[in-house]
């Protein structure tokens, strides 16, 4: 009876561990209903086209609408987080946003896109192409840091008071999204070590 227990307990746990990477097709029964990009990507071809205030507010209206379809699905989240970021960073900044600021915008959608519509994407590919996006999205972030620098020290120079600091939304937002994938990467890994633990110990007893 002690060993159909233990036997019991090993395989609900390696059930457990294997749902952490389980990447088969869910029954239909059970699948969540498809979320359209239809509408984001709209949005994102007419800023390429042409940045407007109303394309801008479209974006992260969006952006807004999709992120709680995707609150239990990290990777497209993180990125859904990006878009609002420097969406709202260059609505507030117009002109004087960077310019490699949009071209962050079509990148993490095109990550985003390529990652809900291939469903038979591993999960390793989807954690490379958001660690790339991540990497860019930290460059811009410097990039900021180092264009309100430059223009704090021209603005002294000419004796003009200025804090010469990044602006507190864009900062925030980006330290934000970076915090929360942190965090979450290493809930799951701690989880992992957790049943992997309980595992080898029942195995050893």
Not at 10 to 25: A, G, H, K, P, W
Not at 27 to 41: G, I, N, R
Not at 75 to 103: C, F, N, T, W
Request: charged share 30%.
């Amino acid at each position: 009876m002690e060993k159909a227990s233990k036997e019991h307990l090993v395989n609900d746990i390696e059930n457990r561990l294997d749902d952490f990477f389980d990447e088969s097709t869910p029954d239909p029964s059970t699948a969540k209903p498809t979320v359209s990009l239809e509408k984001l990507k709209s949005v994102v071809l007419s800023i390429d086209w042409e940045i407007t205030e109303a394309c801008l507010t479209d974006l992260i209206s969006e952006t807004d609408t999709l992120l709680p379809h995707f609150q239990e699905d990290r990777i497209p989240h993180a990125l859904l987080r990006m878009l609002r970021a420097v969406g709202r960073y260059v609505r507030r900044h117009k002109a004087q946003a960077h310019p490699d600021a949009i071209k962050r915008i079509m990148s993490v959608f095109a990550s985003l896109e390529k990652m809900i519509g291939d469903s038979q994407m591993t999960d390793a590919l989807k954690k490379e192409m958001v660690g790339k996006e991540i990497a860019a999205f930290k460059k811009l972030k410097q990039q900021v840091e180092a264009q309100y620098g430059e223009a704090a020290h021209a603005q002294k120079a000419n004796g003009k008071q200025t804090d010469g600091n990044v602006p507190p939304d864009f900062k925030q937002a980006m330290n934000a999204v970076e915090q929360r994938l942190n965090s979450q990467v290493a809930d799951l890994k701690e989880q992992l070590s957790s049943l992997q633990k309980e595992l080898d110990n029942l195995r050893t007893r």
